[in-house]
């Protein structure tokens, strides 16, 4: 039943013992490094690993450990991977292998999601408990090995269980185009990795019990600050509540006059859409999500929650130190009393022009926030809630429009109260998403007859190459980032409106190829994408709140295929343990009592 029949099944063998292997050889060095936050900056250049005549298997030792932290100066306890938050980055080349060994150090399981990874072959480590895999037990450890063929670009990996990545389990993933396939290698001198945030200054523990109640209305959460690669000052006399607060940092990045930096910008807040600019400094846009495109200028970049974008910046401008901006679009939020500053600045500082503050202006100064009121909006921010023009995203390496269609799916997005609780609840098309971590649909799916239960809002496709087009409909006020596992999708409408078949006006030359995409507020987007990948693939949207409430559906793709893959001993030997005692879902990070942070390594 559980044999490996996987196309990988001639190295994952291998990957795991040598995985085993080095745990015991490294143990002291690699998977249990101590590693400050703020020790090494992730805006280093680094060169990457070298590429290779034959693929390489690149092994990665994590361990899940809790502490407390103050990114912004406000102290909380956070979730980290090895010590560090932003979690460490995965780089590789195309075509490498990776293994990921993971000792969850927690009193309380985990899992890890690869966004943006196709995970074709691997669909078992795709990391969605209920849906690929069981969550891995605490005090336990778990391999993860998949392939890199099909994908390159800038990506992130985030926990998947029980809003954890909220609380700190979140890294980037590049994967680099071999030098002779790399249309923008002579492009640019050096990159950085830039990765947003939103930030509460309460753990999932804390704020989940209050928004799944009655007496949210179903309002999300708002954060009280942003981060930018993990660092950002909040005004200690505007905290709430009686956290300990102390001097912070922003993020800094350094350039060299007269280069051309490659920034790697990703969004892993549970909810914010940033507007990303350099004060004085032109965007050129060059991939998002993966896809390269044909380059055009912009001023500012507006990304949501689970997309990613790389722009080149030259650094022509005088020898000064300008302000980097990740403005949130608060008008996608609702009105809050958190006292957030909507402006996150980190700095750019040019080689001879020392560590003075920028004087810089931005397009928008808002008045410091006061304690007790609200935020102010920024007028400009509309565009923030939506994605960049789908009429300026042409890929460049362009490819036919997936037609003709054989399934076309209409789904509704909606919120309303539950009958029996009385708390909001998210549904597609009147089903609102609840699975079981311990037992996921590609374990049922290895029997021959499934049944799903309605909850599970599971969706078969059982044709090779099925071309399945989703529509997704939303008459609400809210903007909706959704993603699909599993998937690079075209994106073949997106507006403002009712999208109808025949009448609205859709792109049929070279489509924009991505995998997470915004449903704007009162409108549509329609994306198409081809079945030819067997596994459990989740689509939901990314926004933390609202998977936890219930907007996720999922594609049993090629069942057959997938039960004839079967599935390796060692993901199936998670389900075995069940979930701990007293676990009680959506309770999110409860957290000890506060301790200090530790010191800042210099």
Known sequence: MYAMKSPRSSWLPRSIFLALLWISCLHSTLLFSSSSWSSTSIFASAAGP???????????????????LAPDGVTRPVLLVNEKYPGPKIEVNRGDFVTVVVQNALDVPTSFHWH?????????????????????????????AFGTD?????????????????????????????????????????????????????????ILPRYLSPESHGMDPVPNSGLINGKSIFNCANVLGDLPCAEAERAVVHFVPNRRYRLRIINTGA??????????????????????????????????????YSVIVASNQDVHNYWIRAEMGTTCLPPTLTNLDPVILGEVRYQGAGAATPTTQ???????????????????????CADL????????????????????????????????????RAFMNDITYSGNPWNPTIVQNLQPMPVYDINQHVMKIERRNAIVQIILDNSLGGEHPFHLHGHVFQV???????YEEGKTPINTVNPMRRDTATVPRHGFVVIRFKADNPGVWALHCHIEWHVTTGLVMQFVELPDDLRAMGMPKHVAKLCEAGPPKGFKEHTGFVAPPLQAPPKKEH
Not at 117 to 136: A, E, R, S
Not at 389 to 403: S, T
Not at 492 to 498: D, E, L, R, T, Y
Request: hydrophobic residues 35%.
């Open 150 to 206: 099909d994908i390159v670009g800038t990506h992130w990996w985030h926990a998947h269980f029980e809003n954890q990545y909220i609380d700190g389990l979140v890294g980037a993933i590049i994967i680099r185009d071999p030098p002779e396939t790399d249309p923008f290698l002579h492009a640019y001198d050096e990159e950085r990795t830039i990765i947003l945030s939103d930030w509460f200054h309460e753990t999932t523990g804390a």
């Open 116 to 144: 943006g990874l196709t995970m074709k072959g691997d669909p078992w480590y795709d990391g969605v408990p209920g849906m690929n895999q069981c969550p891995i037990p605490p005090g336990t450890n778990f391999t993860y």
């Open 50 to 68: 070298a590429f290779t005549d034959t693929p390489r298997n690149r092994i990665f030792f994590w361990k899940v450990t809790s502490t407390t």
């Open 362 to 384: 931005g397009r928008f100064v808002p008045t410091p926030p006061q304690k007790g009121q609200p935020m102010q909006v920024n007028p400009a921010f509309t565009e923030a």
């Open 389 to 424: 023009d789908l009429n300026l995203l042409h890929p460049l390496d362009p490819q036919p429009v997936l037609e003709p269609i054989t399934n076309s799916v209409l789904i509704k997005i909606s919120f309303k109260k539950n009958q029996t609780d009385n708390i909001v």
């Open 492 to 498: 073949i409408a997106q507006g403002v409106g009712v």
């Open 271 to 308: 909810a914010t859409p940033f507007m990303f600019s350099i004060d004085n400094h032109t965007l050129q846009v060059i991939e998002a999500d993966g896809t390269n495109l044909n380059p055009f200028m912009v001023d500012s970049l507006p990304i949501n929650a689970g997309q990613r």
